[in-house]
């Protein structure tokens, strides 16, 4: 197998960090963008300088730069120096009520960082994969228009032709996004237009819960990561509205990585996927809660906030049909609990790690 040179920004989030070690192990070179600039948008507890020092002791050909995807100048030079195969675009805002004090910080990362990345991938390697996370709250709030049952522990889609879930051809506008959800839109848009119109290999996730136990959660994003953090340290926990019974689908990292793989193998210019847990790895919060107990052991300090989040989505789960009819040899392989378990040790060793440092 040839060796390819591989872009990452958002290398040290979530899926970012996945997609170094996962191409890393299998002896690519990968070149990773990341300025920690989650911290500057959740605070400390959204640092990913751990992550950036773990990356850097478990791969073997991983070079980091702390750039700025809104920096044109500095992805120029980088776009010069560097012929890549692979641009994976992970970097973002990612926190859809985050956005709301940061409004035009939030657009300059999401939209024109984009937009950056693109044009400068179609400026010095046009033939290269480019793959983008988008989100599923480019559909805004029209999924809460899917009739809905209330059942003890979740809330659910009422009729059999939904059962699967959302499909890609839901509408996009006419619907409340939050200022996040419409970032990320205009992205999602103009990267779709680099597939279409210029014919280059961009391919998009549209993520449900994307889930793992690299997350730096914090309670403005991160569910799964920043529930279990909670239970483990003690943390009040807030769920907002739908009596707690909204319910999200998540996927582990690996499992999104292994399906940017398969694009990148075989790549459909601008085609979009709806991308996360499917109905099989779907959780309420109040079952999220119930089972994080269980596998720690401890008990949760939540509470109940009647207001919902603005634009929040009451039942969303992942229609995969697309993707698996698409891309056949994918699947997830990571269960609902494989994944909690996974983040449970992960959160206890860290917290270990670090009341050891502090001592
Ligand atoms: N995690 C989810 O549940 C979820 C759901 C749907 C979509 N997504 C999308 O998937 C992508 C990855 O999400 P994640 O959970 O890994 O996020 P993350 O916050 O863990 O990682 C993003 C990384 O990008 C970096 N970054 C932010 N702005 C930057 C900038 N201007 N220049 C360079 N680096 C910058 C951050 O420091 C962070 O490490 C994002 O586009 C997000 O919107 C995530």
Redesign the pocket.
């Known amino acids: 197998m040839k060796a390819k040179t591989i872009l990452v920004?958002?290398?040290?989030?979530?899926?970012?960090?996945e997609t170094v070690e996962h191409f890393d192990r299998q002896g690519h070179r990968v070149i990773g963008?990341?300025?920690?600039?989650?911290?500057?948008?959740f605070g400390p507890a959204?640092d990913?300088l751990w992550?950036l020092e773990r990356l850097k002791s478990s791969t073997r050909n991983f070079t980091h730069f702390?750039?700025?995807?809104?920096?044109r100048a500095a992805l120029e030079e980088l776009f010069k120096s560097q012929r890549f195969d692979l641009i994976v675009?992970?970097?973002?805002?990612?926190s859809h009520d985050k956005a709301r004090d940061i409004p035009i910080l939030d657009f300059?990362?999401?939209a024109l960082?984009t937009l950056n990345l693109l044009e400068a991938t179609r400026q010095h390697c046009p033939e290269a994969v480019f793959f983008?996370?988008?989100?599923?709250?480019v559909y805004g709030d029209a999924p809460n228009e899917i009739p809905l049952k209330e059942l003890p522990t979740r809330w659910d889609y009422a009729r059999a032709e939904d059962f699967d879930g959302v499909r890609e051809d839901c509408r996009i506008d006419r619907t409340l996004h939050s200022l996040?959800g419409a970032s990320?839109a205009a992205a999602d848009l103009v990267a779709q237009e680099y597939g279409r119109y210029f014919k280059m290999n961009v391919g998009i996730?549209?993520?449900?819960?994307?889930?793992g136990p690299?997350?730096?959660g914090v309670e403005l994003?991160?569910?799964l990561s920043y529930l279990v953090k909670c239970t483990i340290s003690g943390s009040k926990y807030s769920i907002f509205g739908y009596k707690g019974k909204q319910v999200r689908d998540n996927i582990h990292?690996h499992d999104v990585v292994r399906a940017i793989e398969e694009f990148a193998a075989n790549p459909r210019p601008g085609e979009v996927y709806n991308m996360?847990g499917g109905r099989e790895n779907s959780i309420s919060m109040v079952e999220a809660i119930d089972r994080s107990e269980q596998l720690t052991g401890k008990k949760l300090n939540w509470c109940y906030v009647e207001e919902a989040r603005k634009g929040d989505h009451i039942c969303y789960i992942s229609d995969l049909t697309k993707f698996k009819e698409h891309y056949p040899n994918w699947k997830i392989t990571r269960s609902l609990d494989d994944i909690l378990k996974e983040i449970i040790a992960a959160e206890a060793s860290r917290t270990v790690a670090s009341s050891s440092a502090s001592r």
């Open positions: 920004t958002g290398s040290s989030g979530l899926i970012g960090s963008i990341d300025n920690n600039m989650r911290r500057e948008f959204g990913t992550n702390s750039a700025d995807i809104r920096d675009h992970c970097a973002a805002q990612p300059e990362v999401n960082g983008f996370m988008s989100t599923n709250k996040f990320k996730f549209r993520g449900g819960c994307l889930t690299s997350h730096s994003h991160g569910f990292s996360g």
